[in-house]
């Protein structure tokens, strides 16, 4: 069973750094598509940046030029290098994969897309 597990939330300073990791087992083949989402409190989930496993890439525009995601497909880990971060940014990041049988030139960032989900990392940022 694949399991998806995130790590490195903590709470920063608005305008500081922080960098995510989402480790993936329980398969011998890596997701074609892997993703970022984040819940805050009262809101639906949304989609913050994807990846494909070639390393193409797509962000939404609220953290565009502010984040960068990244895999390591060998150990099978997705990181998330979020920077400048604001209180906006504050939320539960959850990492997410597909089937590794996708085909998809770029990754969506929709949530319904995605079938293996992790239990999230809690992302606060103090002003």
């Known amino acids: 069973q694949v399991k998806l597990v995130e790590s490195g939330g903590e709470t920063v300073q608005a305008g500081g750094s922080l960098k995510l990791s989402c480790a993936v087992s329980?398969?011998?083949?890596?997701?074609?598509?892997m993703a970022w989402f984040r819940q805050a409190p009262g809101k639906g989930r949304e989609g913050v940046a994807s990846?494909?496993?070639?390393?193409?890439?797509n962000y939404a525009d609220s953290v565009k030029d502010r984040f960068i995601i990244s895999r390591d497909n060998l150990k099978n880990i997705l990181y998330l290098q979020m920077n400048n971060l604001t209180l906006e940014d504050a939320a539960m990041y959850y990492c997410?994969?597909?089937?590794?049988?996708?085909?998809?030139?770029?990754?969506?960032?929709?949530?319904?897309?995605?079938?293996?989900w992790g239990q999230g990392t809690q992302v606060t940022v103090s002003s």
């Open positions: 997410a994969a597909d089937s590794p049988l996708d085909r998809r030139a770029l990754c969506p960032i929709v949530p319904d897309d995605y079938n293996h």
């Open positions: 329980g398969t011998t083949s890596s997701s074609h598509c």
């Open positions: 990846i494909v496993r070639d390393g193409t890439t």
